[in-house]
């Protein structure tokens, strides 16, 4: 069969089966319900896409929750090393006083904890009431540590009194 269309002619040839059209709304309707390969590639292309961004979100909220971890535990270590160096400056303020650089290995983490003191200069009517209780130092702690590519601080600072204080 040739159809004739302005100055184009085009064949049109039969399919070796019969169609026939659809008598009727509902029996076009019926054959409606199947996917194409289109739509359903698509609908997997969407879906693949949707699981990656949930994945990728998962994967990053563990590693904030990793470096909250490590932020607890530097935390409570930074505050046990306090302690332990005001007692090391209540045993022996002149060592003390130079200050104190270790290094240490928790949990197959290398750690560096360094304290340096300074004086703190007060005004002249503080001066007097606080020359016969010794004099008042800034004491800055911190705590470092690195675990592969990820490092970590934490900084800590008080105030001590030097010998007097400590002596009673």
């Keep these: 069969m040739i159809l004739q269309t302005g100055r184009s002619s085009f064949i049109v040839r039969h399919a070796a089966t019969d ?28 879906l693949s896409v949707a699981l990656v961004m949930i994945l990728q979100a998962f994967a990053q909220s563990l590693s904030i929750l990793r470096i909250a971890e490590d932020n607890l535990a530097g935390t409570l270590i930074a505050g046990n090393k306090m302690a332990e160096a005001q007692i090391l400056a209540k045993g022996n303020w002149i060592n003390f006083e130079n200050g104190v650089d270790e290094r240490f290995k928790l949990n197959d983490i ?9 004086p703190v200069e007060l005004e002249a009517e503080a001066d007097e009431t606080l020359a016969t209780e010794g004099a008042l130092n800034e004491v800055n702690a911190l705590l470092s540590w690195e675990e592969g590519k990820r490092k970590g601080a934490i900084s800590l600072v008080t105030y001590m009194r030097s010998s007097a204080e ?3």
């Design 19 to 46: 169609f026939t059209w659809p008598d009727s709304k509902q029996d076009f309707q019926r054959r409606q319900h199947a996917f194409t390969l289109i739509e359903v590639m698509l609908s997997v292309a969407i």
């Design 110 to 118: 290398e750690c560096d904890w360094e304290i340096e003191i300074t």
């Design 166 to 168: 400590i002596d009673e």
